[in-house]
């Protein structure tokens, strides 16, 4: 059922390019597991081992503290809808901000999203298919816009105080890097 790749293979690409949602798993050496659901359009397939995606302004920035104590990260997608399917990328991450020169390299290749926090690279060393059989269909309906229309009230200025105040610090009291 499962199998495990080294690279991302061109239909796997295309698979990614479909989904309307992706699941961030980081963690520490101690403290929480984090999980994070991400949407909109937010990541892209660079090569077979990269993959970098756009880290939008959340109530947290648990992703962002794990990654400077430990590096790895997995991200997975599920087929909702057509042939059952679980895709696991594994590998190392880097976070950039907007003062890293790394940043503007890569947004560019997202449309101007308002609240943009983040870029992270991904370098995937272990690719894993299995079965997603028991995964259920779901009907996608629409993006929600109220992060959107919330970060546009808020603007750059007021964005970057909410970083400050609310997303410099994960739960568990780690670094965010902002």
């Not at 081992?49 to 794990?66: D, F, I, M, Q, Y």
């Not at 290749?109 to 690719?127: A, K, N």
């Amino acid at each position: 059922m499962a199998k495990i790749l080294t690279e991302i293979s061109v239909a796997l690409k295309e698979f990614i390019q479909n989904q309307k949602i992706f699941f961030v798993g980081t963690a520490a050496q101690e403290g929480r597991v984090n999980i994070s659901p991400k949407g909109m359009d937010t990541l892209r397939v660079l090569n077979g081992n990269k993959v970098v995606w756009l880290n939008l302004t959340g109530s947290g920035n648990e992703t962002a503290a794990h990654l400077l104590k430990n590096d790895r990260m997995t991200i997975m997608f599920c087929a909702f809808e057509g042939k059952p399917l679980i895709l696991r990328l594994y590998g190392s991450s880097k976070i950039y901000h907007d003062r890293d020169q790394e940043y503007h390299k890569y947004i560019s290749l997202f449309p101007e999203t308002p609240g943009s926090r983040q870029i992270i690279e991904m370098h995937v060393d272990t690719v894993q298919t299995s079965c997603g059989f028991a995964v259920p269909f779901m009907d996608y309906k629409e993006e929600r816009t109220v992060l959107r229309t919330w970060a546009e009230k808020q603007g750059k200025d007021r964005i970057k105080e909410y970083h400050q105040e609310r997303n410099s610090r994960s739960i568990d009291n780690f670094e965010t890097g902002i």
